[in-house]
């Protein structure tokens, strides 16, 4: 991808009419389930009509969560959709070691072609313990994240507060791996606006970088939220300009020190902002 996505969308693999509208939300990325949202006796239809749809290339990215990773559905999911032009990405759920990374980057690469991207959803106990570990498996990962409904049930938290450590963790195992920053978990409730844009901004703060979304009507909300805002904006080219006139550490007349660090925040709040 060329862009720095903000928002990635779910929907169903079994419900072909919902994807193409998906593929028109505005959604940086459709990530098209094959797992959680389709029940077991619509497996194989979610796996032929998402292998339909991606023959041929797409105009949005499109992403795939396969099924689980030890079940009998994950290696038919391979077989159908690892080589398809559309593809552009395999999301792999409940991912506790590294060893399955490299075990379904084996069983994903076509002969004679690369390695689908892999990006690896952390949703365990054992999967948060093996966090950077996992982000640094194979050269075809290109990202992590968690999978927050079934890291609570596994650490039988009651409310969201007991999961910033694991939160704090996947970022950390990213930067450390040379991975992006993370997008956040989706947020279950559809209609309140108001606390996703809280809950994005309680993400931003702790270094996630756009959010995973269930409908449509939650996009702006979590593009406003992680888009810098226009005095984030007007701050890094002050810094960046006050940099270029200045070699080594230095103090602006309104008293921020300027050194190596602030410059790279500065260029990175223009990165997302220009969404490069």
Not at 110 to 123: C, I, K, Q, S, V
Not at 125 to 148: D, F, K, N, Q
Not at 244 to 268: E, S, Y
Request: charged share 20%.
């Amino acid at each position: 991808m060329t862009t720095c996505p903000l928002t990635w969308l779910y929907v169903p693999g079994d419900r072909p009419r919902v994807v193409t509208k998906a593929l028109a939300s505005g959604a940086d990325v459709v990530v098209i389930d094959l797992e959680d949202a389709v029940a077991p006796d619509r497996k194989e239809y979610a796996r032929e009509a998402t292998a339909d749809r991606l023959r041929d290339p797409q105009t949005v990215p499109v992403h795939v969560r396969i099924n689980a990773l030890d079940g009998p559905h994950a290696p038919l999911d391979l077989k159908a959709l690892a080589h398809l032009p559309g593809l552009a990405g395999l999301r792999l759920p409940k991912v506790t070691s590294p060893q399955q990374v490299r075990n379904i980057a084996a069983a994903a690469t076509p002969p004679d072609a690369d390695t689908p991207p892999l990006y690896a959803l952390l949703e365990t106990a054992l999967g948060i313990e093996h966090a950077h570990a996992v982000a640094g498996a194979h050269p075809a990962v290109r990202g992590i994240s968690l999978g927050e409904a079934d890291l609570r049930a596994d650490l039988g938290l009651r409310d969201d507060r007991g999961l910033d450590w694991c939160r704090s963790r996947i970022v950390v195992a990213a930067r450390a791996a040379g991975l992006p920053a993370p997008p956040q978990s989706v947020h279950p409730d559809t209609r309140d606006l108001e606390s996703l844009a809280a809950s994005c901004a309680h993400g931003r703060a702790l270094g996630f970088v756009g959010r995973a979304a269930i409908h449509p009507r939650q996009l702006p909300v979590i593009e406003r939220a992680y888009l810098p805002t226009p005095r984030e904006i007007e701050e890094a080219h002050h810094i960046l300009r006050a940099a270029r006139a200045h070699q080594g550490a230095q103090a602006l007349p309104n008293g921020t020190f300027i050194d190596a660090a602030v410059v790279a925040t500065a260029r990175r709040t223009l990165a997302l902002a220009h969404r490069v």
